[in-house]
Nanobody
Framework: QVQLVESGGGFVQAGGSLRLSCAAS????????MAWFRRAPGKQRELVAR???????DYADSVMGRFTISRDNAKNTVYLQMNNLKPEDTAVYYC????????????WGTGTLVTVSA
């Protein structure tokens, strides 16, 4: 089992910045990827950014150039630096870890709320 704990959410004005952290613990092995998803009010959960075990990165078009995903392997932690935040970034942000390839296991954190005021 893997446990994911997010932190760093909060309230910020448009144009501001926040950094989210996700610390993984437990039986961490064969990590395929770690990612941040978000669910805005009334919308479906969507991928925000993902970092693969190879180091390759994926971003949603809506956050490209504003958000940066990174990881600290020694701390088993993934970060999401969010700059130039917009009201439409308001959402609950969830950390995700995928373990294994052939029969992947998906783990989720409980989420952290980010609120961006206009």
């Amino acid at each position: 089992q893997v446990q994911l704990v997010e932190s760093g959410g909060g309230f910020v004005q448009a144009g501001g910045s926040l950094r989210l952290s996700c610390a993984a613990s437990g039986s961490i092995r064969s990590v395929n990827s770690m990612a941040w998803f978000r669910r805005a009010p009334g919308k479906q959960r969507e991928l925000v950014a993902r970092i693969m075990s190879s180091g390759s990165l994926d971003y949603a078009d809506s956050v490209m150039g504003r958000f940066t995903i990174s990881r600290d392997n020694a701390k088993n932690t993934v970060y999401l630096q969010m700059n130039n935040l917009k009201p439409e970034d308001t959402a609950v942000y969830y950390c995700n870890l995928v373990q294994g390839v052939t029969f992947p296991l998906y783990y989720w954190g409980t989420g952290t709320l980010v609120t961006v005021s206009a």
